[in-house]
């Protein structure tokens, strides 16, 4: 099989296709882990958003039954160095060519993934259209460009992905479980579920348009505001809903759920150039000096940090804001991903800290 | 309060286990800290390191290292601190012992990085089961036994098979796998023996099992990275210095990684480890389960290779986290970001280790848990295949035209690799080979699809598309065109036409994340080309790849200089090489760095795509002198002495006119294609004679030859002689004095670095010799000849640059041997003998500067010698001859020859305190016999006991005469296994077998730790030595105080 990229900016690289016959539009992001495509790909923020990973032998050890964060493929095209045609794992059901097929989700391997790195390093990150087909001449490089450069055709900053992504109706884990969470779905990994319930929480997870009544009516000892795609600026009800919720309960808010509390208490966001993808990341502690490897994955960031709020955490590299607290209201907030998954268990410790405030 | 002063001890001599990389830790870690303002006492009996370069430490000690003499410099230097952790496991074991010693608190000097307590837990092997317990990190089931009865008694209830770890060894020595309880007492014996506290462990074998490590640094405040994972091809069974190594790891899910990052994290921060460590675990991975193997408080060649796969400098970083840094205010100074991160790679990377067969080939090629080999080779790609195909090449190994697979997949040889490329090429499949070797099929997978491409690149049209599939599957110019049948200059015009390419990719530690400053670059077939032509005057300098025997750390020291002098001279160096050990591979050494194999395409690439102003080939040994020619002839300006004089030199025919043109005398020489042309030139010439193959490095394959018949064996069985490969054959000159040159010409004049004497008469390969300067026996009238035999040659050569010339010397008349117009491997010893750094001169001369008028003066002695891998290496009887056998040197210096020899020998590992009391055992070949005399007179002066063979003491008076093996009790191999003996002096006879009474004496004199001298003259100097200092002190000072 056959395919394209083609940038925004005009780039076209050919390559050889994988995963479903299809065309997808989307913003190009990189991620730098070296493992972990499998819970990226189904990481609910990647909507609609292209995948590329750094690291450049993708596949290896297949898809498993039990590293899902979700039940579907949210990124929507993947771009690799070179896609292993085989798996070997004893948890491994199918290869990654095989899910991406199951999921009608696009792949292009065989191009210079560094090369596209280091652009989107330079110019920043921009849409893209990944085209594949087993019918060489049906992908015609001009006419993708053009549908990219239509003006209906995608717009990452207005569109909202988390609607896309969150639950339609409440579901409950850890059913009987000693403390009850709040989790604002807003297309939450499933790790982070996974976090609390092995702290013997039981978590409802609530769609993104719960209103304040409703995530009261649950009774809960705390409330999580989970990670989701897209940008933070648009999505005003969230704002004003978690503004109605601060001080009622504790609240622990990840990458997106932190740029929210941002907005919702009088800060704000902006994009970064080309956002922090990997499981690599440096965060610093601001107070005890300390250092924390994080997996992160996240595209803006929280610039004025709201009134009542004090910095706690900033990244290691270019100083944006990683953690926030506002102790009167019981509000603390990362912009990394504690849960991992993928990505190292360094920062676990601030679930127990959360169940601790409850 | 004033300037923190801090000793940092070297590794000593290159053996096998303990390679270059402790130059690399070692020379960072001394940068590092007198970035910080520390001053730094480096002390190292190595001189071929760039640590001992009065520009990387404030101070340095060329002596042994040894505890005295290690207390004696502590008391001259008063040092705050010591760091143990950067020279091996032998600068631990001394930082050790002078800690149990109480010397370090009775000068009050303090642990900087990892302290003493951590370093106990994680070497003791009770105290690191506790701790694992205790932190509930699975261990294998294991015990430390103190004799063989315990160990079978483990084995018996745990199950075979076993593996068994002596204590406190290097790199696995006296280990091995027991598969039943004959193999368990026989392992046992030696491990027990070669124990330093007499213990060895045993532990349930997980052979088969995934093998991974992780290299792990952690500051004095708990924070933590991973640095790089990686994992062995060669599953649980195998060392990881002999396992081809691939990183990051291939198999692991996330999820796989996250559990053993977890337990490595774990156990660095219960173990207390302030710097670098290196944690070693194995994986089921049929269940997951996993087990942690073992820890190294310290920087090792995994550290080394992992920071030359990252680009993270772990011993730079270690150092700063010992000063009392934290990792985050560290910064990565490859992106000016901050050291708290844990690297990202874009590409995948492959270690293979080098292994010296070809130089034993008595010596069984299985490998196992105890390490053999010499050297490694890593190699970058964007494709695992392209790694490993280009890790391949680097090695610069013969690969066997035939290969029958099932001779070497398991137990494994050295020669695996290549048995599995052949098998599937049979046909055989990869579910196979996977149950026969245990090694994941991932990598067998891969293996496959570059067998199927070979097939296919053999029998399909060549194509744009399939040559650039070849090549991004890592596949040779040469190697396509053995698949092509066709040529390499045909191959490559190909390629060009189709546009194929190679680009150059920045190792940067954050894939490309951050814009890096590092000018670190690998090869591989992509869209973007990211080295840029460096602007300005720049200069190639060609490494000397792995790490083998006959071509050491010499020759990286040589490149290392040959870069900072260029950086001297305000021109820009780019080095190209393969070996992650080095110093020269370090990412600030040069101005750009091209980590890439060493061959005729992957340098021509290099010098396509930079266009410098010239190439220096004669720094990097064997493997940089042969690309001079090819890089000439493809229009390349090669640096230095001109091509035709290094085939003069190289050349026997045209070199012997020269030498007859010049009236120099040669020892008289012949060539023979055949066995009768062979014995007809030896009739000629006259017995004894030296025999070699033509072209040769090291001596390979040379031997002396005293008869027709021992010619006859030679000729059949040692080599392989034809019309394009002659044997050559040279009288050999009995009881002559050996000698040699190093200079330095600049096409004008001669600079003498130094004039060497060999202390064993010729014969003995001047790479194992003890080598003395200045000469000690030399007239005024022969030296005068030397140097006047060197300037001719030297012009009549054409030498710009270094040469290094081969003398022999007898009753008054010079004979030429050989002359090398490249770096030799005495250019370090003679550039600390002498306090001059050659290498930067010959530099000099090569980009067309005079020579310095002045000549060295030297008012000491400085003595090299030697050490030998035999005790790694068992079946290679220890005889010396014309055929290199030793891994590495040492340096002696001191006011008189005595002291410097004895000096020398101590850091060679020959250990004769004075005033002990003494016993030696000594058996002499017939000829050496007239020797006894003077041997037993300083014997007795020495208070020695004397035993010895009947043969060789029993007319002795006073000496006790011991029967042959087997033929009385106590025999002579008893008597040297029961410790009584402390100094066996036993010198072989010619072209004997391997199952001799010799071999035997000296095999057992090996494993039981007794020096064993097989060279009267060695012996009669050393003996000399020990009675001259008998009443003195150990002379110990620093290097520059010496020379006035």
Redesign the interface.
């Known amino acids: 099989m056959k395919a394209v990229l083609a940038l925004g900016d005009g780039t076209i690289?050919h390559g050889l296709g994988f995963g479903a016959e299809a065309e997808q539009v989307g913003e190009l992001v990189?991620n730098?882990?070296?493992?972990?495509y499998?819970?990226a790909l189904t990481d609910p923020s990647y909507g609609g958003q292209i995948l590329l990973m750094?690291?450049?032998?993708i596949g290896?050890?297949g898809i498993?039954p039990?590293?899902h964060e979700s039940g579907l493929i949210h990124a929507r095209g993947f771009v690799v160095?070179?896609l292993?045609a085989?798996a070997?794992?004893?948890?491994s059901g199918l290869t990654a060519d095989s899910f991406l097929k199951e999921h009608g989700i696009p792949g292009i391997h065989g191009?210079?993934?560094?090369?596209l790195?280091?652009h989107i390093?330079e110019k920043g990150v921009m849409p893209a259209i990944i085209a594949a087909s087993k019918n060489d001449s049906a992908i015609d490089p001009k006419k993708l460009l053009a549908k990219l450069a239509s003006p209906d055709s995608f717009n990452y900053s207005k569109t909202d992905f988390v609607s896309l992504a969150s639950t339609k109706h409440v579901r409950v884990f850890g059913e009987g479980g000693k403390k009850r969470v709040a989790m604002i779905d807003y297309g939450a990994k499933m790790g982070i579920v996974r976090e609390l319930v092995a702290r013997g929480c039981e978590v409802h997870l609530l769609p993104c348009h719960s209103t304040a009544e409703e995530v009261k009516a649950v009774g809960p000892d705390g409330i999580l505001l989970s990670n989701g795609p897209g940008d933070p600026a648009i999505l005003k009800d969230a704002h004003s809903i978690i503004r109605a919720l601060g001080g009622y309960k504790p609240m622990f808010g990840i990458c997106l759920g932190h740029q929210l509390i941002g907005h919702a208490f009088g800060g704000d966001t902006y994009k970064l150039k080309f956002g922090h993808r990997?499981?690599?990341?440096?965060v610093?502690d601001v107070k005890s000096?300390?250092?924390f490897?994080t997996t992160q994955n996240h595209g803006f960031a929280v610039g004025k940090i709201p009134e009542g709020f004090e910095l706690t955490q900033v990244n290691?590299?270019d100083t944006s804001v990683e953690g926030m607290r506002n102790d009167a209201k019981g509000i603390f907030s990362v912009q990394y991903h504690p849960e991992?998954?993928?990505?190292?268990?360094?920062t676990r410790f601030l679930f127990d800290e959360f169940v601790k405030m409850m | 309060m004033g300037k923190q002063k801090v000793l940092v001890i070297g590794s000593g001599p290159i053996v096998i286990g303990q390679s270059a990389e402790f130059d690399y830790s070692g020379t960072q870690c001394c940068r590092a800290l007198r970035e910080e303002g520390t001053e730094v006492v480096l002390v190292n009996s190595n001189p071929a390191t760039i640590q001992t370069d009065k520009d990387t430490a404030d101070i340095v000690y060329i002596e042994p290292l040894t505890a005295d003499v290690l207390e004696k410099i502590i008391e001259r230097e008063k040092p705050d601190a010591i760091i143990a952790t950067m020279g091996g496991q032998t600068g631990l074991n001394l930082a050790m012992e002078l800690h149990h010693k109480g010397i370090l608190k009775k000068h009050d000097v303090k642990f900087l990085g990892t302290d003493a307590e951590a370093i106990e837990t994680a070497e003791s092997r009770e105290r690191f089961n506790r701790l694992m317990e205790k932190i509930k990190v699975p261990i294998l089931p294991g015990a430390v036994v103190k004799d063989i009865q315990s160990a079978e008694r483990f084995a018996g209830s745990n199950g075979y098979p076993v593996i068994i770890r002596p204590s406190f060894t290097l790199g696995g020595t006296g280990g091995g796998t027991a598969y039943d309880k004959e193999e368990l007492r026989k392992i046992m014996e030696l491990a027990l023996r070669l124990s330093a506290t007499g213990e060895a462990l045993v532990e349930k074998s997980v052979i088969g099992w995934g093998e991974f490590e992780y290299e792990v640094v952690r500051d004095s405040f708990g924070n933590a990275a991973i640095i790089c994972n990686m994992e062995n091809i060669d599953p649980m069974g195998v060392h990881t210095g002999e396992s081809i190594v691939v990183a990051p790891s291939q198999t692991l899910s996330d999820r796989d990684h996250q559990t053993l990052r977890d337990a490595s994290l774990k156990i660095v921060h219960a173990i207390g480890i302030q710097g670098g460590c290196n944690v070693q675990l194995a994986m089921n991975q049929e269940t997951g389960e996993f087990v942690v193997i073992e820890v190294n408080p310290r920087l090792s060649r995994s550290s080394a290779l992992a920071s030359k796969a990252t680009g993270y400098p772990i011993a730079r970083v270690a150092t700063k986290i010992a000063l009392g840094h934290s990792l985050p205010k560290i910064k990565n100074a490859i992106t000016c970001t901050s050291a708290a991160f844990e690297p990202a790679l874009d590409y995948a990377v492959v270690k293979i280790p080098r292994w010296p067969f070809d130089k034993f080939p008595k010596t069984s090629r299985t490998i196992g848990t105890q390490m053999k080999s010499t050297g490694e080779v890593m190699a970058i790609g964007r494709t695992f295949q392209e790694a490993l195909n280009k890790a391949i090449r680097s090695l610069e190994t013969k690969i066997p035209k035939s290969i029958e697979p099932d001779e070497h997949l398991f137990p494994p040889t050295d020669l695996r690799i290549f048995a599995l490329l052949e098998a599937l090429r049979r046909g055989r499949t990869t579910e196979e080979l996977h149950q026969r070797t245990k090694i994941n099929r991932w990598f067998l997978r891969r293996l496959e699809a570059m067998v199927r491409l070979e097939k296919r690149i053999s029998q399909e049209k060549m194509t744009k598309e399939l040559m650039l599939e070849a090549k991004r599957s890592g596949f040779s110019d040469p190697q396509i065109a053995s698949f092509t049948r066709s040529d390499e200059a045909s191959v490559r015009q190909l390629r060009k036409s189709f546009g194929v390419l190679p680009t150059y990719k920045i190792v940067d530690s954050c894939a490309g994340e951050f814009a890096a400053l590092t000018p670190y670059y690998y090869s591989t077939y992509e869209h973007e080309n990211e080295a840029i032509a460096l602007e300005g005057r720049k200069i190639i300098v060609l490494g000397s790849g792995p790490i083998r025997i006959g071509q050491g750390i010499e020759f990286d020291y040589c490149c290392s200089q040959a870069a900072f002098a260029l950086r001297e001279m305000g021109l820009k160096s780019i080095m190209i090489n393969n070996n992650p050990e080095t110093v020269s591979t370090d990412f600030d050494s040069s101005d750009r760095l091209y980590f890439e194999p060493l061959t005729f395409e992957d340098v021509m690439n290099i010098v396509d795509n930079e266009k410098p102003e010239g190439v220096i080939v004669q720094l990097g040994g064997q493997t940089s002198i042969n690309l001079a020619e090819p890089l000439h002839n493809a229009g390349t300006r090669v640096l230095g002495t001109p091509i035709d004089g290094i085939d003069i030199a190289e050349d026997r025919e045209r070199f012997r006119e020269l030498a007859n043109k010049l009236g120099i005398l040669q020892p008289q020489n012949g060539t023979a294609t055949n066995e009768e042309e062979a014995l007809e030139a030896a009739s000629h010439i006259g017995y004894p004679v030296v025999v070699r193959p033509s072209y040769v490095i090291a001596g390979r394959a040379m031997e002396i030859v005293r008869s027709d018949e021992e010619l006859r064996r030679y000729i059949n069985e040692a080599v392989e002689v034809s019309q394009k490969r002659p044997v050559l054959i040279d009288k050999y000159i009995d009881n002559a004095i050996e000698c040699e040159v190093d200079a330095v010409s600049d096409g004008q004049n001669v600079f003498i670095g130094g004039l060497m004497e060999h202390i064993e008469p010729a014969g003995v390969h001047s790479g194992d010799a003890n080598i003395v300067l200045p000469s000690i026996r030399l007239s005024d009238t022969e030296r005068k000849e030397l140097v006047d035999y060197t300037e001719k040659i030297s012009k009549s050569l054409g030498v710009v640059g270094l040469v290094n010339i081969q003398y022999v010397v007898r009753n008054g008349t010079v004979y030429i041997l050989e002359a090398n117009p490249r770096a030799s491997r005495t250019v370090p010893f003679v550039s600390k003998a002498i306090g001059i750094p050659i290498t930067k001169i010959a530099v000099r001369a090569m980009l067309g500067e005079k020579l310095p008028r002045f000549r060295p003066r030297v008012t000491h002695f400085a003595v090299k010698s030697v050490v030998f891998p035999f005790l790694k290496l068992l079946g290679t009887d220890i005889r010396l001859g014309p055929e290199m056998r030793s891994t590495g040197e040492t340096m002696g210096i001191g006011k008189s020859f005595e002291m410097a020899y004895y000096k020398a020998l101590l850091a060679a590992g020959i250990r004769l305190e004075n005033g002990k009391k003494h016993s030696a055992f000594i058996s002499l070949r017939d000829e050496d016999k007239k020797d006894m005399p003077e041997l037993v007179k300083l014997l007795k002066k020495l208070g020695f006991t004397i035993y010895g063979t009947m043969g060789t003491v029993g007319s002795v008076e006073g000496a006790i005469a011991v029967p042959k093996i087997g033929k009385g009790r106590p025999d002579a191999l008893e008597l040297i296994e029961s410790g009584e003996v402390t100094l066996v002096i036993n010198s072989p006879r010619h072209g004997g077998a391997a199952n001799t009474d010799g071999f035997r004496m000296r095999r057992a004199s090996i494993l039981s730790g007794i020096p064993c001298i097989t060279n009267v003259s060695t012996a009669q100097e050393l003996l000399k030595a020990m009675l001259e200092l008998r009443e003195k002190e150990l002379d110990i000072r620093r290097v520059e105080e010496y020379a006035g």
């Open positions: 690289l990189f730098t882990s070296m493992m972990g499998q819970e750094t690291y450049p032998l290896n050890y498993n039990t590293d160095r070179e292993s085989d070997e794992h004893r948890d191009i210079d993934t560094r090369f790195v280091r390093r990997g499981s690599n990341h440096a610093l000096g300390r250092s490897v290691a590299n991992a998954s993928p990505g190292p268990h360094d």
